[in-house]
């Protein structure tokens, strides 16, 4: 009985340790390569949208289409952005879980006795590709907002392959400091910090093995599950030291003040992902956005939930300013990242693939998720609004962003409930 205490509170232990990481992009600039990276970026809010405002009129179909009121701030890139409109997650049961399953297309009864449950999230895909290279496998990014901004169960909009949580930076001075902060501790420190993990981790290894013969068949798969954190830990650890006399990319932006919430927190964040992308610090990013705060920051006294269940006044109102500012924060993020130059030319926006919508369609609508998509690197045909069959599964759609970025259709042969690829998405 000692033998398994000591297990389980190793385990808590483990699952505790810092989010993974890599080798970075600096090492193709030193060989004279200057392709540019792709990227992938998926930006999600709770709550919705104004259903009469924001969606395009579904009988204006391909590229010939007028923005709504609720997208107008972007009429500037509307050549540059896709909506799609049909998609939803077959399994969502739960109108205010926000990202819980956004990603996913998970089935939360899949395990038989279990009430919850997940699997890996589409960005967590493309991390396992495009996270080899850098400082960062992937970047989290959260809000502390999270009931009153329609978000459920989970960290952030992450789920690793066992599809449990990963947590996620709730501010913007936190996320600065991951992204740009040097260590103080002396590198010899450090290795010997690295050095005690790995001994740890040694030990705890061979006690959990010690408790293997005669377990039932539910302890045996959670004993493989505990294994397989162990060799995520490992891989860490390798990345870790990696990445230990590497300094971290010199920052292009000033550290961000702290206290920032709402509007204000939205656009620095934004800013910290262009800079993440700049430096190469990561190539994939999600953000879980703040919808309460917003609401706050812009003087609305309608509270998040009544204002999602709206009717025509004050609450419609409110939803519909959300959405302006909403489209105003994205198009201001379209700018920087058709702003910001690669080492070829071309600008960040080029190789890009940015999706940005919410899990459900207002009130507890959860058929045509909003989806809107943008930029150059996944192949997808932009300036377009397509209406899809009513129930297309939504993982169809992160399908064809995944292997329009370059993911063998072969190992990645599907996600979550997806039947196919979108073909009427695909340039």
Known sequence: MKTRRHFLRSTGTLIALPALESIGFRRFSQAGVVTPPKRLVFLGFGWGVTNETWFPDVKQTGATWNLPEGLAPLARHQKDITVVQGCSNKF??????GSTFWL???????????????????????????GRDTRYTSIQLNTPDVQNSGHGPGLSMAWDMRGKPMAGLENPVAAF?????????????????????????????????????GL????????DEYFQSIRDIETRLGKDEQWLNVPKGKPPIPEPDPGLAGR????????????????DSTRVLTYRQPVGTLLQSLGTKVA?????????????????KRDAIQSELLAGLIDKLKAAREADGTTLFDHIALAYGSNIRTIHYLDNCPTLLTGGAAKLKLGHHLVLPKDT?????WLTMLHGLGLDPKQVERHGDSTGVVKELQA
Not at 182 to 211: I, Y
């Open 177 to 213: 400091h991951r992204l740009f902060s040097n260590e103080t501790t002396s590198l010899e420190e450090r290795q010997a910090m690295l050095a005690q993990k790995r001994s740890v981790l040694d030990a705890v290894l061979e006690d959990a093995k010690r408790v293997q013969n």
């Open 104 to 130: 996913t297309g998970a089935n939360r009864y899949s395990q038989p006795g279990q009430s919850f449950a997940n699997s890996i999230s589409a960005d967590q895909v493309a991390a396992a590709h495009f």
């Open 216 to 223: 039932t068949k539910t302890d045996t798969d959670k004993l």
């Open 393 to 397: 599964p939504l993982c169809n759609v």
């Open 264 to 279: 204000e927190e939205i656009q620095v964040m934004y800013d910290l992902i262009v800079a993440a992308l700049q430096t």
């Open 92 to 97: 969502a049961n739960e109108a205010h879980w």
């Open 304 to 320: 998040p939930h009544d204002m999602s269940h709206y009717s025509p006044g004050d609450r419609m109102a409110a939803s519909q």
